[in-house]
């Protein structure tokens, strides 16, 4: 049984007609599928089947150990949106946990971000993140039924986008608990920068680029 | 832990959809929103209110009102809004009870994200009034994400078997409070007011189920904790203070700020959080209209804030159809 409906299969056909270049899906499950492992398989597969433009991956995170680690992924399941065709390219961007409820439309957003090879934040946040020379890591903490975390988790994945210093992960903060402990995750979104800075909540860019700023400095 | 993973994929929230395009989505259900309805649907510009219910607003949870121009009264302020609404939906005008979380003004296809989806439209007219909050309780943002939440649905999972409080007196904290006994074990509902002031049906639902207490004409006083909530110190009238232990202390106080936290700063402001408008209600954004309580420029009553509407839907009609000038309604 699929899980994505006949009505949301060709809304997405339709969407997908914009891709211009390859996408791949990268996904990362095991033998013994864990929590949510199975679904979201099956949504990277369901989804690579609506466009040409975009393939699926899927590896066990056990016995391809050197794949997971070229990807340096490090709990599953998850997914890496990279740049598929001549020029692959991946962009650090993540997704831990099932991309469903709201995160599901986060997915859907950065295939079409990839595909288009364009970021859309603002020139001023482009030179910051073109200027870093020190590695940022973002994670964002979300929850499926939460409105507000998309917008938190797009413009991580942007931001992931701008350069090659900084990565980004959606990571669903029920699935794994041992990381929402550990950030003292109780609210969502939380963005956790390099493990030393958290910001709540999902903020506009100048708010998050001044976080950013405070985070490197 | 188990968790509904709300398996539906979301992708109502995707929207692109024809359902989800419209002319004109106005922001808010109130005299200034509905009014602006009844003109832009009845010049066929298909139209969509997002409200957050017929009691959220202030008009909503006036008592009683007489000196409406045409409605003798007195009827309840949800009594006029309704018969306002049934005027636009009459003419088409769609009415959505929903919250909206963000927005994207820019461009000429402009995004609307509710907690059902994305709506896109030509023209966004923000109606939201002014019942924002104007500061903070003591230990509010201190330990905002530490326990203060101002989304249950987001955050409930996280409360599991806990002890909450939930502090308001609308439709959303009943909704939320609600939504909450899903996951807590108890839920105290601390209502500043003597009564609760939210739909019936919603507030016998709240009042009779076994996991929430309610505690009427108890006002929050601080949130306490060290490092995580632990407790809300309230006050109930005629009583002494006290703290009552908890995890989490969801928040959905009202205030008389204008309510303008969903436009993420994308908006010139005045000093005062009142929104910027020409004398045709546009925003410095074209195609972005603000109306009735979000400006600060008039008297504060519903048939003033009924006219922005006007104003503002006659100057989207002209927006949306490259008129240098507004056609009138009567010849």
Redesign the interface.
Known sequence: MS???E??RN??I??FQALTEPVKLVMFTQEMECQ?CR?TRM?SEEVAELSDQISVEIYDFVRDQEIAEAYNIDKIPAIAIVRGGQKPKDYGIRFYG?P??????SL?ENIMMVSRGESGLTAETKAWAASLQEPVHLQVFV?????????AVIMAHQLAMESDLITADMVE??EF?QL?NKY???????TVINETT?M?G???E??LLSKLQEAVA | MSFDLNLGLGMSNLGGGEDNNYDVVIIGGGPAGTSAAIYTARADLRTLVIDKGLTAGALGITGKISNYPGVPGPVTGAELVEIMRQQAESFGAKFLTDKVVGVDIHGARKMVMAGTGAFYTKVIILATGSMGRTSAVKGEEEFLGRGVSYCATCDGAFFRDQTVAVIGNNDEALEEALFLTKFADKIHLIVPTPELKAREALAAEATDHPKIAVQLGTRLKEIVGNGQVAGVRVHPRGGGEQTLPVTGAFVYLQGGKPITDYLMEQLETQPNGCLVVDHEMQTTVPGVFAVGDLLCTHVKQAVIAAADGVIAAVAADKYIHGRKAVQTDWK
């Open positions: 899980l994505l409906q009505a949301d809304h997405l339709n969407e949510y679904e949504i099932i469903s409820g709201y995160e599901f439309s859907i929850t499926p039924t939460c409105p507000y975390c998309p917008q903060a029920i608990p929402s003292h995750v109780h609210g969502v979104p939380r958290h709540e999902a903020a506009p100048p708010i």
